[in-house]
């Protein structure tokens, strides 16, 4: 953030981890932080915008895990690309 008290909105799937984040975030010094506490499933199924840029956003990973030899898949290598929203975070670990 540019300073303590820009506007900061804190969100997870269910309120589950963002009451964490938020409560972190205040005890880091920001004066601003917010957290929506009906969580992002709540905010779907309420069809409000949702901007995705995952593969696969039905699913926790950013893209679906391959075959790489018999019986064995992995997801690990297709991160994400960086960006300043997602800070770099790889969805599949």
């Given amino acids: 953030a540019k300073s303590k008290d820009t506007p900061i909105i804190v969100y997870c799937g269910r309120n589950l981890r963002s009451p964490l984040a938020a409560k972190t975030l205040e005890n880091m010094g920001y004066t601003n932080v917010k957290n929506y506490a009906d969580g992002f499933f709540v905010w779907k199924e309420e069809m409000n915008p949702v ?21 064995v898949y992995s997801a690990i290598g297709a991160t994400q690309p960086y960006t300043y929203e997602n800070s770099n975070h790889n969805n599949n670990l």
């Fill in 51 to 71: 901007k995705v840029s995952d593969y696969e956003p039905d699913s926790i990973l950013y893209r679906l895990p391959e075959e790489i030899a018999p019986g």
